[in-house]
């Protein structure tokens, strides 16, 4: 008997295992948020766990960098040479830049700092390539927000719990980002694959690409702002098959930052016809 | 429900196996993953719901390891129920073929570990393509599986610990 009942159980987790794989596939509110009042409640956990694994990253971290100080120092004082230099031509520019901005009309998107957040969890799986951070709606965190830190772009907010949030990483399988390349200024679609580095694609017929190209965001898709550092195309194969080397290091995701990014009205209106151009 | 009522009754350590499996899902999910291993994290709720189901199967009934499974699709942010599917399938087989492996010594035990574990990367490989409607890179699971292999020893060591402690409480 208790043979047969456990048979019953059995039967009875299976199928309810398979319905949710079934039904809980497709974004319905109710599964987003309880799925994120879930993780809510891990996520302080998870915090706290986390510390002492970040103290001993930074240790190692700060070995390596003693190891290498004297010549990180020689490199970065000429490059510092080298960087002065740019920045008058920088200054120069960027009033040149508003001064024909301001004759164009063009109203820029208004971007806003909403949290600098810690990384608290990794789904550590080869199928998802997503992070939770230990800020959310309570911060002003809402779903649909650029993620970035100070090497580029990271990913989305698309789940958000009252104090924590869910972040789809830019190399996730469902991530399709608005890039375009610094040099040309192509616009193309970089989406993830789950494999460290996301592909390009879109490439206009009749149009360039080469390796070593900087990839930027273009601003469409109204969630990540225009220009921001995204990566370099480090690969094109024979059935182009463009892929690109991110700038943000994925591996090693300590501190990211929330951005909001408030489309301007004349920028729309601006970039429609140009698009279809294409 | 029930299973609360019948852990107040007997003590706040048969609740081990379960939080000891709770324990093992949070380190799978932290932001630090072993160096040279790409991202790539062993199954160790796997290794946790094979110990437990062939040692104390009791312990961890089914509703538990469904509840881990589902606690890990979310905090993973995987797809919703894979992990649960899979993980109460393991215990299901476990159980009509425990008995075989409990009076078996530790060498036999990991054979059908390793066993266990290949089929397990490929069932999640499988259920994951067809989830996001693409065949994923079947080399990161072998790599998954094979990691989990390799820790086996230490984290049976540290669960017989877990049991270790349950046996002297319980006397």
Known sequence: MKGFGQGVSSIFFILLALALLIF??????????????????????????????????????????????????????????????????????????????????????????????????????????????????????????????????????????????????????????????????????????????????????????????????????????????????????????????????????????????????????????????? | MLMKDKNKEIGIRWSFPFLSTILLLLVMVLPYKIAYFDNLMPFLTLIAVYYWSVFKPGLLPISAVFALGLLQDILSGGPLGMMALLLVVVRVIVLNQGRNFLERDFLFNWLVFVLMAFIFGLFSWAVASYYLREAQNFWNILGQSILTIAVFPVVVWLLGLVRAGLKSENR
């Open chain 1, 24 to 278: 809980g596939r497709s974004n319905n509110l109710a599964v987003e948020k309880s799925r994120s009042a879930v993780f809510n409640v891990f996520v302080p956990v998870l915090d706290v766990l986390s510390r002492p694994f970040e103290a001993a990253d930074d240790l190692m971290n700060w070995v390596e960098e003693v190891a290498v100080v004297f010549s990180e120092n020689k490199r970065l004082r000429e490059e510092n040479i080298r960087l002065r230099q740019l920045q008058v031509t920088a200054s120069q520019l960027a009033i040149d830049n508003q001064r024909l901005k301001k004759l164009l009309n063009i109203k820029e998107g208004s971007i806003t700092n909403v949290a600098t957040s810690r990384v608290v969890s990794d789904s550590g799986s080869p199928f998802v390539k997503s992070v939770l951070i230990n800020s959310g709606a309570d911060d002003g965190v809402r779903k649909g927000q650029a993620v970035v830190n100070e090497e580029g772009i990271i990913g989305r907010t698309i789940n958000v719990g009252s104090g924590s949030a869910r972040i789809l990483l830019a190399t996730d399988i469902n991530s399709r980002i608005p890039v375009k390349l610094a040099a040309s200024g192509i616009n193309m679609i970089m989406e993830g694959d789950n494999s460290p580095d996301p592909k390009l694609s879109f490439l206009p017929l009749g149009k360039e690409i080469a390796v070593g190209d900087v990839v930027l965001t273009s601003g469409f898709g109204k969630i990540f702002p225009p220009d921001l550092p995204v990566g370099q195309v480090i690969e094109i194969t024979e059935d182009q098959t463009i892929r690109v080397r991110l700038a943000a290091n994925m591996r090693r995701l300590n501190y990211v930052t929330i951005l909001n990014y408030d489309i301007g009205q004349n920028l729309n209106k601006l970039t429609l016809p140009e698009e279809k151009g294409q």
